[in-house]
Protein backbone atom coordinates (compact mmCIF):
# COMPACT_ATOMS: atom_id res chain seq x y z
CA UNK A 1 0.00 0.00 0.00
CA UNK A 2 1.11 3.54 -0.63
CA UNK A 3 -0.45 6.60 0.92
CA UNK A 4 -0.44 10.38 -1.23
CA UNK A 5 -0.94 13.46 0.44
CA UNK A 6 -1.57 16.01 -1.97
CA UNK A 7 -0.94 20.02 -0.97
CA UNK A 8 0.20 23.14 -2.26
CA UNK A 9 -3.52 24.27 -4.09
CA UNK A 10 -5.38 27.35 -3.94
CA UNK A 11 -6.18 30.54 -5.72
CA UNK A 12 -3.96 31.60 -8.44
CA UNK A 13 -4.38 35.17 -10.87
CA UNK A 14 -4.08 33.78 -14.42
CA UNK A 15 -0.21 34.61 -15.18
CA UNK A 16 0.35 33.51 -11.39
CA UNK A 17 2.50 30.24 -10.03
CA UNK A 18 1.60 27.72 -7.73
CA UNK A 19 3.50 24.44 -6.17
CA UNK A 20 1.98 21.52 -5.52
CA UNK A 21 3.48 18.83 -3.58
CA UNK A 22 2.77 15.09 -3.22
CA UNK A 23 4.29 13.82 -0.04
CA UNK A 24 4.51 9.06 -0.49
CA UNK A 25 4.44 6.95 2.67
CA UNK A 26 3.88 3.15 2.63
CA UNK A 27 5.36 0.71 0.75
CA UNK A 28 7.37 3.54 -1.06
CA UNK A 29 9.85 0.74 -2.15
CA UNK A 30 7.01 -0.21 -4.96
CA UNK A 31 7.27 3.09 -6.72
CA UNK A 32 8.28 3.48 -10.26
CA UNK A 33 6.47 6.26 -11.83
CA UNK A 34 4.67 9.30 -10.36
CA UNK A 35 2.71 11.68 -11.56
CA UNK A 36 -0.11 14.71 -11.97
CA UNK A 37 -3.43 14.33 -12.75
CA UNK A 38 -6.32 16.92 -13.14
CA UNK A 39 -9.96 17.20 -13.23
CA UNK A 40 -11.95 19.48 -14.36
CA UNK A 41 -15.69 20.32 -13.53
CA UNK A 42 -17.50 17.94 -16.18
CA UNK A 43 -14.32 16.98 -17.60
CA UNK A 44 -12.67 13.87 -17.51
CA UNK A 45 -9.79 13.23 -15.50
CA UNK A 46 -6.51 13.91 -17.49
CA UNK A 47 -2.51 13.32 -17.49
CA UNK A 48 -0.48 16.74 -16.62
CA UNK A 49 2.83 15.35 -15.75
CA UNK A 50 4.76 12.19 -15.11
CA UNK A 51 8.09 11.11 -13.91
CA UNK A 52 9.89 8.00 -13.63
CA UNK A 53 12.14 6.59 -10.72
CA UNK A 54 14.96 7.55 -13.51
CA UNK A 55 14.20 11.79 -13.95
CA UNK A 56 12.39 10.82 -17.48
CA UNK A 57 9.32 13.23 -17.73
CA UNK A 58 6.15 13.25 -19.83
CA UNK A 59 4.14 15.94 -20.17
CA UNK A 60 0.41 17.21 -21.59
CA UNK A 61 1.12 19.39 -24.55
CA UNK A 62 -1.09 21.92 -22.79
CA UNK A 63 1.36 22.55 -20.51
CA UNK A 64 4.71 21.77 -21.87
CA UNK A 65 6.99 24.87 -20.99
CA UNK A 66 4.54 26.02 -18.27
CA UNK A 67 4.75 23.54 -15.65
CA UNK A 68 7.89 20.82 -14.41
CA UNK A 69 7.61 17.56 -12.56
CA UNK A 70 9.78 16.91 -10.00
CA UNK A 71 11.05 14.83 -7.32
CA UNK A 72 13.13 14.50 -4.23
CA UNK A 73 13.67 10.99 -3.43
CA UNK A 74 15.33 11.47 0.30
CA UNK A 75 11.85 13.18 0.99
CA UNK A 76 9.62 10.67 -1.06
CA UNK A 77 7.94 13.63 -2.72
CA UNK A 78 6.73 14.66 -6.08
CA UNK A 79 5.99 18.09 -6.96
CA UNK A 80 4.41 19.93 -9.82
CA UNK A 81 5.77 23.64 -10.46
CA UNK A 82 2.84 25.43 -11.95
CA UNK A 83 3.68 28.62 -13.61
CA UNK A 84 1.69 30.94 -16.26
CA UNK A 85 -1.30 29.64 -14.89
CA UNK A 86 -4.57 30.03 -17.07
CA UNK A 87 -7.75 30.04 -16.36
CA UNK A 88 -8.16 26.64 -17.84
CA UNK A 89 -5.91 24.90 -15.49
CA UNK A 90 -8.87 25.36 -12.87
CA UNK A 91 -9.28 21.90 -11.50
CA UNK A 92 -8.51 19.13 -8.99
CA UNK A 93 -5.10 17.86 -9.12
CA UNK A 94 -4.69 14.49 -8.26
CA UNK A 95 -1.05 12.52 -7.59
CA UNK A 96 -0.89 9.19 -8.46
CA UNK A 97 2.19 7.02 -8.08
CA UNK A 98 1.51 3.05 -9.65
CA UNK A 99 -2.30 2.37 -8.77
CA UNK A 100 -2.63 4.76 -6.07
CA UNK A 101 -4.04 8.06 -5.98
CA UNK A 102 -4.16 10.77 -3.42
CA UNK A 103 -7.42 12.87 -2.71
CA UNK A 104 -6.23 15.91 -4.73
CA UNK A 105 -5.74 19.37 -3.88
CA UNK A 106 -7.68 22.05 -5.70
CA UNK A 107 -6.51 24.87 -8.06
CA UNK A 108 -8.54 27.64 -9.07
CA UNK A 109 -6.89 30.20 -11.37
CA UNK A 110 -8.59 33.48 -11.76
CA UNK A 111 -8.90 35.33 -15.08
Known amino acids: QVQLVESGGGLAQAGGSLRLSCAAS????????MGWYRQAPGKQRELVAT???????NYADSVKGRFTISRDGAKNTVYLQMNSLRAEDTAVYYC?????WGKGTLVTVSS
Open 51 to 57: ITSGGST
Open 96 to 100: KANVY
Open 26 to 33: GSIFSINA
